[in-house]
């Protein structure tokens, strides 16, 4: 059984912008994905609302991926691939980053997850870094509004690149999610059911290539 962690944020945890509830395990792209799969996977969910990649929030305590990658990697292991979906919540006006700094933000998990001191002697598992859906201009008016500015915007348009060039300088797998789904016009932010089960066939279509 080949073993996937998926570490990322509200959209791993599969936040519903409907209701404000999570969507269930016929819904979210983690469960979605493990049906496509079969049997011989195993996903592990490891999805929090406001998950950064290295941004502190004080009003949001223990939301840095970095903070808690390395418990949670070695909890799980052995893995085989670590799936990471992250940045959107960097891109709050709180953090005011540029493109740039969330795509080092991405790197230091990557350096994490590289280092072969961290995984007790066992295997390195391959890695594929996300690239998350772009913010959609209706944040500005809903509720996320006051977290996520027109800046917001125009940099979640701009991670893709750097992400991608990461990923080629430790040679490792990328994927843009914002080539396959969409945010909901709801919140501007989360994806609705069908990005859900976009993201979890394009997914699965690039682990397939990775794994097998």
Known sequence: MKNILCYGDSNTFGYNPENGERFG??????????????????????????????????????????????????????????????????????????AFDISRGMEELVKILKNPYNWDFMNIPKILIVSPIHVAPSVLIGWLGEHFGSASIELSRNLANHYEKIAS???????????????????GIHLDAVGHRNLADALSRKIKDIIE
């Open 25 to 98: 395990i016929t819904e979210r792209w983690t469960c979605l994905l493990q049906n496509i799969l079969g049997d011989n996977y195993r996903i592990i969910e490891e999805g929090l609302g406001g998950r950064t990649t290295v941004f502190n929030d004080d009003i949001m305590p223990f939301r840095s991926g970095r903070d808690y990658l390395l418990p949670c990697i070695q909890s799980h292991q052995p893995l085989d691939l670590v799936v990471v979906m992250l940045g959107t919540n960097d891109l709050k006006v709180l953090f005011s980053p540029t």
């Open 169 to 187: 300088s430790y040679a490792i797998e990328f994927l843009d999610a914002a080539k396959y789904a969409s945010a909901s016009d709801l919140d």
